[in-house]
């Protein structure tokens, strides 16, 4: 049975930080990338940014490069994100997000993250 357990979220005001993890269990086959999407009402889902497992390549939304960064430790199927310099902007649900090889993605639940001005 497989699980991604996200933590990290809450409410911070703006400049300052917040750090999200995210610990997949289970028996998982064919892990391509980790990495966090958000989403906000009236928008799309959007990645924020992801690590490949196997070399490590990063993706990051533009809007985020530069205050966010994210790192993995594969040995524990766990994926983090640092987030500095927050913005309201960035106020969103945050959702851990399994990318595998010719399979269908695992998701967390989600994470509120709330930035005040």
């Not at 927050?86 to 709330?114: F, H, I, M, S």
Request: overall charge positive; aromatic content about 10%.
């Amino acid at each position: 049975q497989v699980e991604l357990v996200e933590s990290g979220g809450g409410l911070v005001q703006a400049g300052g930080s917040l750090r999200l993890s995210c610990a997949a269990s289970g028996s998982i086959s064919s892990i391509k990338a980790m990495g966090w999407y958000r989403q906000t009402p009236g928008k799309q889902r959007e990645l924020v940014a992801r690590i490949f497992v196997r070399g490590g390549h990063t993706d990051y939304l533009d809007s985020v490069r530069g205050r966010f960064a994210i790192s993995r430790d594969n040995a524990k199927n766990t994926v983090y994100l640092q987030m500095n310099s927050l913005k309201p902007e960035d106020t969103a649900v945050y959702y851990c997000n399994l990318e595998r090889w010719w399979l269908q993605d695992y998701w967390g639940q989600g994470t509120q993250v709330t930035v005040s001005s």
